[in-house]
């Protein structure tokens, strides 16, 4: 069965500074894709950005980046100049079967001003 | 922009009633999901529907039936609600029609409680 691992319940980061998110996952699978969720506060849930397994370069949109290494089935999301409204529930998720979508535990992640 | 839409925002059932709760989405997606989120649980996946009429367990069907008789709605029945069925429901849709590449679409939830 695939898992997705967020080991960090919760985390803060100032206004400004850069924060990143880890998860890891397993699978046996060698092409698929990773994606990061978001979940404002009482708002609905929003893709962050996707990652397909074959390419090699990492994605990015605007301020959010990902770092993914395939070896060690790592997939963190880094969020640079971080602003207020990044304030959120992050999920990682793996679509490990079919149509069946894993989700980590999520992160919650606080902004300080 | 894709719209998923939830019946309730907030629902308040008494232990024992049959519950039903609904999902709407509007971009002519084949695949609905019904997910519950729980603290320190992530999402963890009911059922979904890959087309109108067919349905696949997820991974807490227990407690739970699905419709869908056209293909954008999609329904969550609980028979006979219990305290430990007290969470948030989260309906998504996505286009792909095999395999999780797609982005899923979530509706703004429904937190319900039984008492």
């Known amino acids: 069965a695939q898992t997705v691992t967020q080991s960090q319940p919760e985390m803060s980061v100032q206004e400004a500074e850069t924060v990143t998110l880890s998860c890891t996952y397993d699978?046996?699978?060698?092409?698929?894709?990773l994606f990061w969720y978001k979940q404002p506060p009482s708002r609905q849930m929003i893709l962050v950005i996707r990652?397909?397994?074959?390419?090699?370069q990492n994605a990015t949109e605007n301020r959010f980046s990902v770092n993914f290494q395939k070896a060690a089935k790592s997939f963190s999301l880094k969020i640079s100049d971080s602003q207020l409204g990044d304030a959120a529930m992050y999920f990682c998720?793996?679509?490990?079967?079919?149509?069946?979508?894993?989700f980590g535990t999520g992160t919650k992640l606080q902004v300080i001003p | 922009d894709v719209k998923v839409t939830q019946s309730s925002r907030y629902l308040v059932k008494r232990t024992g009633e049959k519950v039903f709760l609904e999902c709407v989405q509007d971009?002519?997606?084949?695949?609905m999901f019904w997910y519950r989120q729980d603290p320190g649980l992530g999402l963890r996946l009911i059922y979904f529907?890959?087309?109108?009429?067919?349905?696949e367990k997820g991974d807490i069907p227990e407690g739970y039936s699905v419709s869908r008789e056209k293909k954008e709605r999609f329904s969550l029945i609980l028979e006979s609600a219990s305290t430990n069925q007290t969470s948030m429901y989260l309906c998504?849709?996505?286009?792909?029609?095999?395999?999780?590449?797609?982005?899923?679409?979530f509706g703004p939830g429904t937190r319900l409680t039984v008492l």
């Open positions: 998720a793996y679509p490990g079967g079919y149509q069946k979508v894993t």
């Open positions: 998504a849709s996505s286009s792909s029609p095999g395999g999780g590449t797609d982005t899923q679409y």
């Open positions: 529907s890959y087309d109108v009429k067919m349905k």
């Open positions: 990652q397909e397994a074959y390419k090699q």
């Open positions: 699978t046996s699978e060698s092409d698929y894709y």
């Open positions: 971009m002519d997606h084949e695949n």
